[in-house]
């Protein structure tokens, strides 16, 4: 079983409070990542992926001009051993965030992500208007041959005390994972120039049952 020793989720969570990212490398090894992609790909062979949109409820609509990706929602009690360990982490990386930060996280969502290419996400925040329960958005990368120039990047915008921004440009490379508040980032995805991969999901102040009451 993985460990707090093993995997660093302490620095992760102290990240997270200071500067309000994270970015985590060898999240998933080489071999992992190779047994989730399995995973992914058979759900695309079996066409289980949907065209995402933005917003929630009554205020949810496609808009392919501002995001191009698909989806294929995750159901932890039916995940793939492949999948387990990932869910399994996010959990331990969650409840690491709990005891760091106290954010009172009780739950998460995921969702497998692929950007076909010439697919970008403009510029947005993960908190909807109507629905303030992501704390932590997280994005664990599944490009086992990405290199400069394929573009898929995660930009994030930092504000500073001047008014101005930092951006940080966060590279989409296999098994890395990478964390920011949900409630506060502005971020988007570059223009991918080849098909991006990626299990995103958000860390949630509540348990997922409750969104349907």
């Known amino acids: ?10 620095q992760l969570a102290i990240d997270v409070a200071e500067k309000g990212y994270s970015i985590l490398d060898g999240f998933l090894s080489d071999k992992e990542v190779d047994a989730i992609l399995m ?5 695309l062979e079996d066409d ?7 917003g929630s409820g009554t ?3 496609q808009l392919h001009n501002l995001r191009g990706d698909y989806i294929r929602w995750i159901e932890p009690e039916l995940a793939l051993p492949p999948t387990q360990v990932v869910l399994g982490r996010i959990t331990q990386a969650m409840q690491t965030l709990n005891r760091v930060c106290y954010l009172g996280l009780k739950d998460f969502e995921t969702h497998f992500t692929y950007y ?28 086992t041959e990405w290199k400069p120039g394929d573009g898929g990047e995660l930009r994030i915008f930092l504000p500073n005390t001047d008014g101005t921004e930092e951006i ?5 490379v296999a098994g890395r994972l990478v964390c920011f508040r949900a409630d506060t980032i502005e971020h988007e995805v570059l223009t991918a120039y080849k098909t991006r991969y990626s299990l995103t999901g958000w860390m949630l102040d509540q348990y997922q049952e409750l969104k349907f009451l």
């Not at 993960?126 to 997280?138: A, C, L, P, V």
């Open 1 to 10: 079983m993985d460990t707090l020793e093993t995997l660093p989720y302490e």
């Open 39 to 43: 995973v992914l790909n058979a759900r």
């Open 48 to 54: 289980e992926f949907k065209k995402a949109g933005v």
């Open 59 to 61: 205020d949810y609509k």
């Open 116 to 143: 076909p290419a010439g697919s970008r996400y403009a510029r947005h925040i993960d908190q909807f208007k109507t629905d303030d329960h992501r704390r932590i958005s997280f994005v664990c990368y599944l490009n």
């Open 168 to 172: 940080i440009d966060v590279e989409p």
